[in-house]
């Protein structure tokens, strides 16, 4: 690795003009990050002629103290602590050549550069500049390490898997839910239709789509009305705690406490938001959520745009580590097997992230740091997007059974009706948890274990028969870079 | 009707041979294994009798298995279920419950709404059974 260029501390570093990043104290390769310090890592291209280490400075300099020129004005201050240092290039395998060559640059960042408990103070330096930089191509924050001292300033989950279970009385297997389709014009009362037949027919949950928010078809609060009826109908058939998440995604903050208060009155157990209303707003939320025994369910609205290619953006990772400290209950994260992206390697490490108490180093699955969570709670990961009853062993082999599978085509598009479909998804569920538990190879055998229920189960047998050949072979854009090697046995 | 609640009970219900594999699997995780008992099975009901203390130091299904259909002997009319907790780390918490044992007819659930201001209402879910005292209830 390179050495330092940085040039001392004096009157020459702070003569008037430009100098490069590199000499500017942004690139100290002996650096040895802190165990409080903020890490990222970051994979840059940089733009052609352009030097790796230079960029990395560069990276480092524009999201802490640096600016484009020399000012005399750092030395006013410890400007050495506050200087982010880049101190690891890497090139990234499997880069380069004929194609594109990336780096990944390992930056640390002192912990006194950020205010405690705030996304929105984190992200405006990590984010905030830099990935409109001309000198780069394009710009992917990959991974971070938030160390132990700042995550404990952060709230975490309002409720967290274990409570949320404890609250349902619901354990041992993965929740179920659906989404209420169409997502758009239905009128509160035939919306309030498809939430009961699906909570008697076996769901736990039903879920506003993203976009369900008060239009002139139906109003927010008919829609919560007809909901609640719903959801206690739906108890009052099954004896089970049923619910049905509420979106309060509103223009202001006032709109949606509004709205958040009333699905409290009513008796909800649950409040959603789309991660389009912003860092600020979500914890705002989820300190309303906290306080009033709510859970909060997210849905990552608009993620895509920024998370989805692989050479720019910020990675769907990182906005899971953002958002169990920003604390919400449940997040979209990926189902492997459905319609939208998500490599099994990737979908492994961002469910690692939201789940384990503390999340291991493992660069197969993208994570490049080992994550102590100091006690935040656990993120229930939800898994949504063109899944269906017939690829239950391939769902809980993959996603395990802390997570919330939505079924809402697969529940609604049932030929026998929506409760059909509902009791579909449970059956198939609970014998293929109960098949695991005995020890049977579900992966192999999870065909012949759905088709064993199907002869008691019919609803089970029509959605076996309907969606049989449904699968979503696509490649995914998100994948590792690192693949493990076999290597050949002396 | 029947009761949904519990991990199985969208199941036929469960053999004593299927019992103790869903027992073996909680013992292979460490978990300890308790029988609880009820004739409230309100959703809301968290608190159902305790048929023992949960078996921390039993590791052996069959015994399990005996002390379960011991609770569904002396409480033929009720709801039993089995559940295991998890005393570990960032757990602590049942990781697995299910019924195996509920009354030959099952009354549900009325609905009780109360009407506010406006369009407002309040739900009370009742179970048909609790209208009669405690001991005295699926006879």
């Known amino acids: ?490 | 009707m029947r009761i949904t609640q519990g991990q199985f009970s969208f199941l036929p219900d469960l053999t004593d041979e299927q019992i103790t594999a869903q027992i073996k699997y909680a013992l292979k995780n460490g978990w300890a294994v308790n029988v609880e008992f009820t004739d409230d099975p309100h959703p809301r009901n968290t608190y159902w009798e305790m048929w023992g203390m949960p078996m921390f130091d039993l590791r052996d299904p069959a015994g399990i298995l005996y002390e379960v259909n011991e609770c569904r002997k002396a409480f033929p009319d009720h709801y039993v279920r089995v559940t295991a907790f998890d005393s570990s780390r960032s757990w602590e918490t049942p990781r697995m419950s299910f019924i195996v044992n509920r009354p030959k007819e099952e009354p549900g659930f009325g609905l009780i709404r109360q009407e506010q201001n406006g369009r407002h209402v309040s739900y009370t879910l009742r179970s048909y059974a609790t209208q009669k005292p405690e001991g005295e209830r699926y006879r």
């Open chain 1, 1 to 490: 690795m390179g050495t330092s260029e940085t040039i001392a501390e004096g009157k020459e570093r702070y003569k008037s003009g430009v100098i490069p990043y590199k000499k500017m104290g942004y690139w100290e390769p002996d650096y040895q990050p802190k165990d409080t310090d903020i890490i990222c890592l970051f994979r840059i291209v940089p733009q052609p002629g352009v030097d790796p280490e230079e960029a990395a400075a560069a990276v480092a300099g524009e999201s802490s103290t640096a600016t484009w020129t020399v000012v005399w004005t750092d030395r006013l201050t410890a400007c050495e602590l506050y200087r982010a240092k880049a101190y690891r290039v890497d090139p990234v395998p499997n880069t380069g050549g004929d194609t594109e060559q990336h780096y990944f640059a390992y930056i640390a960042y002192d912990l006194d550069l950020f205010e405690p408990g705030s996304i929105a103070n984190l992200t405006a330096s990590i984010i905030g500049n830099v990935f409109g930089f001309k000198a780069l191509r394009s710009l992917r924050l990959e991974d971070m390490r938030i160390p132990v001292a700042y995550m404990k300033t952060f709230q975490g989950p309002a409720t967290g898997i274990v409570v949320e279970r404890e609250r349902l009385d619901k354990f041992g297997r993965p929740l179920l839910g659906a989404t209420t389709k169409p997502k758009l014009g239905l009128s509160g009362r035939n919306y309030g239709r498809v939430v009961y037949e699906a909570l008697k027919g076996g769901l736990d949950f039903v879920k506003d789509d993203e976009n369900i928010n008060s239009q002139p078809f139906m109003h927010w609060r008919d829609r919560f009305l007809y909901c609640m009826e719903a959801v206690n109908r739906a108890s009052a058939a099954t004896g089970e705690v049923k619910g049905h998440y509420m979106n309060v995604t509103a223009a202001t903050m006032e709109d949606m406490y509004e709205r958040a208060e009333f699905a409290k009155e009513l008796g909800s157990v649950i409040v959603m938001i789309d991660l389009i209303v912003g860092y600020t707003a979500i914890q705002s939320m989820s300190r309303w959520a906290r306080k009033n025994d709510m859970v909060l369910h997210l849905h990552r609205a608009g993620h895509g745009t920024y998370t989805r290619q692989k050479t720019h953006g910020v990675s769907f990772r990182v906005i899971a580590k953002w958002m169990r400290m920003a604390g919400v209950d449940h997040i979209h994260a990926g189902t492997v097997v459905g319609k939208l992206e998500g490599d099994p390697n990737m979908i492994a490490g961002i469910y690692d992230t939201l789940r384990e108490p503390v999340t291991e180093q493992n660069l197969q699955h993208g994570v490049f740091f080992d994550q102590d969570w100091a006690s935040l709670n656990k993120v229930m990961p939800v898994a949504s997007g063109g899944i269906h009853a017939g690829q239950m062993h391939q769902l809980l082999h993959y996603l395990g059974e802390d997570v919330i599978l939505q079924f809402g085509g697969g529940t609604i598009g049932h030929p026998m009706g929506i409760a059909a479909g509902a009791t579909a998804n449970r059956v198939a569920l609970e014998t293929m948890v109960q098949a695991r538990n005995e020890g049977v190879d579900i992966w192999n055998e999870g065909p012949k274990v759905l088709n064993k229920a199907a002869k008691w189960c019919q609803p089970l047998q029509a959605a076996l028969d309907t969606w049989k050949d449904i699968t979503f072979n696509y490649e995914s854009t998100d994948t590792p870079d690192f693949v493990p090697v076999e290597t050949p046995s002396a």
